[in-house]
């Protein structure tokens, strides 16, 4: 006689402050719960991070399923590297970006059905002084978006809010002076702002890198050198499109360490949030963490049929 098969358990956080955290969620542990999977629930202790949830309790679970958005996904990445423990990933949050990138459904119960239906693949993940990244960290305008984009403006405004707090942060923005480090040689550049990333969607609808995806053992750099704000709106479809890089008066390249110093300390924003400054020392984290997502050839079918 065959012994019945161990039901999994699976660690289960929600982060209630997530653009859609407040959603129902019975539905989706239903779902969870029906395919068979025991569900852990736990949530953050006064000062703890997620990954201190996820170092508490790894002997409890098998998985970890997290619902929220890039940021709580962020919390829980040093925790996910140090465990080997598997993630799934129920996007609730603003612009879900990584969930994007790796082809996961942006239904929060389709994205369940996912977990049940899928094996974990490998990931990687960037790194910046230490700091653990999904998706893309950056130098100059988005890090002083970070800082203006409260979690209030967010909530209320989604990805709208995005763009009221850029055009504001445009008509003053200036260039900056940075040198960057890579393959033996150094470059100075004057820059509005400069981002590496890992993955290839950030900032609720812009592209890295039309080719980039979160496990090809590499990271995107660019940086956009242009004179005028203005000259960023002509920027705008490349920007989305991941093809920026074609352009005169934007850098990019791709490589797997990079260093960007400044003459003053300047604020670096890790999947956004604020998380370091310069001098910022990148690097590729290949292979870091698994996740239940659709293999890469149907996220890059699901991506061309979307253009």
């Excluded at 879900?96 to 049940?116: C, H, Q, S, V, Y």
């Excluded at 989305?240 to 074609?246: H, I, M």
């Excluded at 659709?294 to 979307?306: E, G, I, N, R, T």
Aim: glycine share 10%; net charge positive.
């Amino acid at each position: 006689m065959t012994a019945a098969k161990k039901p999994k358990r699976a660690l289960f956080i929600v982060n209630p402050n997530a653009r859609s955290g407040k959603k129902p969620i019975n539905p989706i542990r239903s779902v969870l719960e029906n395919g068979g999977l025991t569900l852990v629930d736990a949530a953050p202790a006064k000062d703890e991070s997620i990954s201190d949830v996820i170092r508490r309790m790894k002997d409890q679970c098998d998985l970890v399923i997290i619902g929220g958005g890039d940021g709580t996904l962020n919390s829980a990445a040093a925790g996910l590297v140090e465990t080997g423990l598997p993630l799934g990933v129920l996007p609730l949050g603003t612009a879900n970006d990584f969930a994007r990138t790796i082809g996961i459904p942006p239904l929060p119960l389709k994205a369940a059905e996912l977990i049940l239906s899928t094996k974990p693949r490998p990931i990687d993940l960037g790194e910046v002084n230490g700091n653990l990244f999904f998706n893309v960290a950056s130098i100059g305008f988005s890090a002083e978006l970070a800082a203006e984009l409260t979690e209030k403006a967010k909530k209320r405004w989604g990805k709208l809010g995005y763009a009221i707090v850029a055009a504001r942060l445009l008509a003053r923005s200036r260039l900056f002076t940075a040198y960057v480090e890579h393959d033996g040689a150094v470059e100075k550049i004057k820059t509005m702002q400069v981002s590496v990333g890992n993955g290839r969607h950030y900032g609720g609808g812009m592209t890295v890198e039309e080719t980039a995806t979160a496990d090809d053992g590499r990271l995107d750099f660019y940086s956009l050198e242009v004179d005028h704000w203005w000259r960023l709106l002509g920027l705008l479809p490349s920007l989305r499109k991941g093809t920026q890089g074609r352009w005169d008066d934007v850098r990019a390249f791709q490589t797997t360490e990079v260093t960007i110093k400044t003459n003053k300390p300047r604020a670096v924003n890790t999947d956004g949030d604020l998380t370091t400054w310069t001098p910022a020392h990148f690097r590729i984290r290949e292979k870091a963490i698994t996740v239940f997502a659709p293999k890469p050839a149907a996220v890059k079918s699901s991506a061309q049929a979307a253009t």
